[in-house]
């Protein structure tokens, strides 16, 4: 035993050992002269051998038929020949370690090449490259063309093969073929939408840019790997929106990042927001934009480089990237690497589109605790060639993935349709975007002149709106028919809300706003931003927007249930067992801890109610609504300035205080526990013989259960199903998300976790102690005597007061059932 647990020891430690990129020396081979006899020896310490005195037999060519050329317009012993070949004719490897390899053809233009044109290929990747000399890719004729491409090779013999077209002929002058460290790039990355990209390693990778962003060109001298690295003045859109910085510190290389990602110079400088102005996430002066002209209609993997060197506190800084209808990634330093000066990478797999821009831009975060800040330190960006063996699927290992894997195969099938149904929709809504970020398109169209137009400053206004989601309001005017009554299925004070028919035959739900109110336009951006930041199995995602003329429309996913009031009363469906009950209080507060907690420093709902959790086919629960949201205040005596929230939920320490926390949500929240329990109304209004105390269901509830009478107000058509000590732990949480004291509420997990317990008992009706699995402390169960009488409907009338209070009794909108565009 002892034995077989050292030998496991010793081979995950050796295996560590060998695993370890940190382990990689770089390789002497292959450097290649061709139609040489020469070597070349570099200032970068290789020396590239001459193909003709290539020792070892590891290298072979076809010779036959090929000739040599030589070019004194260069002094470079390494650019004085070529080898031309005037038909197909191939360089042939001995690659003794499989793994992914750095390949770089060097070509020379001199007269005597200068007209060629042929195409490069592998035995697995049929067209690396359609050779010719480029016209206008540099002044220098005294430097060369080199291409790098990326390659999985395995072990064996590895051909480049040149292929001449027509009557011309192909020529190469030198050649390197080396092994990258192990990991260098990994075979799967984010793509749009939460999906993952599989099998960059299947294709070939053809390096286009690699920038030093805020420093100078490092050169294969520096560089780990013999890369050069190229400033990034040419490609910042508007060079006031950021400034260089550096630092004489080393970059603190740890984990996957070594100096093999990128050499020390590439992290020590970076560009970073220019505040000169003053930092403001809403100003457009401080959002740098680097914009990059790439290949119509295909993939690139994308690595942005990022090392700490502004910030003069860890984790102080926090920014969000877009890039080409990636979804905004939220770049936190502290989280991803825990230290200032420690580089760290993201990997992307981003489509160009027909403009061939691609635009990277960082916009600096309302969650920043301390400055509003933005840096960046490096990017490359490569062309993926060949697309064989693509896989996209959703991103299961991501935290924030909503699309999970559930547990019933039909809600798999259905979640995977409607992540098609959006993967879709991002691919079609790109020549929207692309219309949208027209001025940034730099490179393409001679369009540089119209820098900062108006319709960029529009966009602009909300920088985190994001444009990826924009719909064009002729296609949702199609899909609902031109807002057919027929496909209405809910209507409020916000507008309407219609099926709409999508034309790859998908639904969704369209809500559409009346004519723009100010107050409502702010609520509608609101949403847009925070759904469009986050994806979670419990919260209903937005698929899209319009914002085009004056419309104001949300499309979300279609939840076929509706809303989960409509499942409690007043109402002709089947009544909802006390189990699934519970399930859909479990996946409701599930998406609100994820909002509390996980989703881009903290958003308050500040609207929960039963109208708000709305059902899929499966009676999977979701939470919906985000207009009255907002980002948990970093100071916590940040005063708001309306109240907000739908009367019958409103917290009242809020309503008093007007202090906002997310333990209002949990108050909230706690009066749907009651509602589900109960099966009514949080108020009941003009019933003059209902007594005064049992108008409001928070207080009525409390009432009930400080006097041990809670049973007597529980659904009766669940009475005989719930098992005692189920009803106990769900009563008892009701309470505590009641609680008077905020500070004293539980948190959403602690909530969570009560109810799941609640859930747990039902299932196992195993008979306990009572005080066994009490969840509640002492105190909190002696000051419950202490309830405040919650703000009930004679304070209402205080209209000016409270000029967003909603009135829970009227009948709301499915699907995403209340109104957030008040007028
Ligand atoms: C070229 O370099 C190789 C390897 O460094 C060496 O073995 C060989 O002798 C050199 N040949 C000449 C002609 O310098
Ligand atoms: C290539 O070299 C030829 C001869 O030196 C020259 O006429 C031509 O302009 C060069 N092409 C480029 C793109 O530099
Ligand atoms: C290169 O040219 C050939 C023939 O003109 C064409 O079939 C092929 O698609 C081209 N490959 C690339 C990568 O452009
Ligand atoms: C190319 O040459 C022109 C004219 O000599 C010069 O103005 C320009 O800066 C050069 N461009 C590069 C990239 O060297
Ligand atoms: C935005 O920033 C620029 C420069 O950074 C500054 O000149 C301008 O006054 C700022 N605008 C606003 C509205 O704050
Ligand atoms: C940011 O700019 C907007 C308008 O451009 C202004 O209303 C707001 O007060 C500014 N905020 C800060 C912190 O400067
Ligand atoms: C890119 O895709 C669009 C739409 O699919 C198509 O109309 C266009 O011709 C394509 N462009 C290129 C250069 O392939």
């Given amino acids: ?356 821009v691609m635009n990277i831009y960082l916009v600096p975060s309302e969650d920043s605790p301390e400055v509003l800040m933005t840096y960046l330190n490096g990017v490359e960006i490569m062309e993926i060639i060949g697309e064989l063996n693509v896989v996209i699927e959703p991103d299961k290992s991501k935290k924030t993935v909503f699309l999970v894997v559930g547990p019933v195969g039909g809600l798999l099938v259905c979640v995977l349709a409607v992540g098609l149904f959006i993967f879709l929709k991002k691919r079609k809504r790109r020549s929207v975007e692309t219309s949208v970020w027209s001025p940034f398109n730099v490179h393409g169209g001679g369009s540089s002149n119209s820098k900062g137009t108006d319709r960029t400053i529009n966009v602009f206004r909300f920088p985190n709106l994001n444009l990826g989601l924009r719909m064009p309001f002729t296609e949702i005017q199609s899909a609902t028919n031109n807002f057919d009554e027929k496909l209405q299925i809910g209507k409020g004070g916000f507008g309407n809300v219609y099926i709409g028919k999508f034309k790859n035959g998908s639904k969704a739900a369209v809500k559409r706003g009346q004519p723009r109110s100010s107050q409502g336009l702010s609520e509608f951006h609101t949403e847009i931003m925070i759904l469009s930041k986050i994806r979670h199995r419990h919260l209903v995602s937005l698929i899209g927007y319009c914002d085009e003329r004056s419309e104001m429309i949300l499309v979300y996913e279609l939840m076929k249930n509706g809303t989960l009031r409509d499942h409690l009363y007043k109402t002709n469906l089947p009544c909802l067992p006390w189990k699934q009950r519970l399930q859909i209080c479990i996946d409701a507060a599930r998406g609100l801890h994820y909002l509390h907690k996980e989703c ?30 907002k980002s948990v205040p970093m100071d916590q005596t940040d005063v708001s300035t309306g109240i907000k929230g739908t009367f019958g939920y409103l917290d009242p320490e809020y309503f008093n205080t007007h202090q906002l926390t997310e333990k209002s949500d949990v108050y909230s929240f706690g009066v749907v526990l009651l509602e589900v329990l109960c099966a009514r109304p949080a108020i009941i209004s003009g019933d003059p013989q209902l007594p005064m105390e049992q108008v409001n269901l928070a207080e009525w509830g409390l009432l009930c259960h400080r006097k041990g009478l809670l049973e007597t107000i529980v659904d009766p058509s669940i009475k005989g199903q719930i098992n005692p000590n189920s009803l106990r732990i769900f009563a008892e949480t009701v309470k505590k998300c009641l609680l008077e004291d905020g500070a004293n509420r539980p948190s959403m997990d602690k909530v969570l976790w009560d109810l799941e317990y609640a859930l747990h008992l039902q299932q196992t009706a195993v008979y306990r102690e009572p005080h066994e699995d009490s969840t509640i402390d002492a105190t909190f169960g002696l000051r419950l005597v202490n309830v405040q009488r919650l703000p009930s409907l004679s304070l209402q009338i205080e209209k000016d007061d409270m000029p967003i209070l909603r009135d829970s009794t009227t009948d709301e909108a499915f699907p995403s059932a209340s109104e957030f565009f008040h007028n």
């Fill in 600 to 629: 881009a420093g903290g958003i308050i709902h500040r609207d929960i109610k039963s109208t708000n959790i709305l059902l899929d086919e499966n009676l999977i629960a979701k939470v919906a609504d985000f207009g009255l949201s």
């Fill in 1 to 356: 035993m002892q034995m077989e647990k050292l030998l496991l020891f010793l081979l995950l430690f050796f295996s560590s050992i060998l695993l370890s990129p940190a382990d990689y020396t770089r390789p002497d081979h292959f450097f290649i002269n061709c139609g040489s006899k020469a070597n070349s020896s570099r200032s970068d310490g290789r020396t590239f051998i001459g193909d003709l005195i290539y020792p070892g037999g590891s290298l072979s060519f076809t010779k036959q038929r090929s000739s040599v050329i030589t070019n004194s317009q260069t002094s470079d012993v390494l650019y004085q020949t070529a080898r031309i070949f005037k038909q197909q004719s191939s360089y042939k490897f001995d690659i003794d370690t499989a793994g992914i390899y750095l390949v770089r053809l060097h070509f020379f233009n001199s007269t005597d090449v200068s007209t060629a044109v042929f195409y490069v290929s592998t035995d697995r990747v049929s067209q690396l490259k359609n050779f010719t000399i480029p016209r206008s890719s540099t002044n220098d004729s005294n430097s060369p063309l080199i291409d790098e491409f990326l390659l999985n090779i395995p072990q064996g013999k590895f051909s480049i093969y040149f292929t001449p077209q027509g009557s011309s002929f192909a020529f190469i002058n030198a050649l390197e073929v080396f092994l990258a460290p192990e990991n260098f790039i990994p075979d799967k990355a984010p793509t749009p939408t939460n999906k993952k990209y599989t099998g960059i390693l299947s294709n070939a990778l053809q390096t286009i840019y690699r920038i030093n962003v805020g420093g100078e060109t490092i050169t294969p001298e520096t560089d780990t790997l013999w890369r050069t690295w190229k400033p990034d003045d040419e490609f910042l859109y508007n060079p006031n929106t950021g400034k260089s910085a550096s630092t004489s510190g080393l970059p603190k290389y740890n984990g996957e990042v070594t100096n093999y990602i990128a050499p020390a110079p590439v992290y020590q400088t970076a560009r970073r927001m220019n505040t000169d102005g003053g930092s403001n996430f809403s100003n457009i002066s401080n959002i740098m934009t680097w914009s990059f002209s790439v290949s119509k209609n295909s993939s690139h993997f994308v690595r942005v480089h990022f090392c700490d060197i502004v910030g003069t506190s860890v984790g102080s800084i926090i920014f969000i990237l877009y890039l080409n209808g990636i979804d905004p990634q939220k770049v936190d330093s502290y989280e991803i690497s825990g230290d200032l000066l420690t580089p760290f990478y993201l990997d992307f797999v981003v489509d160009s589109d027909e403009s061939g």
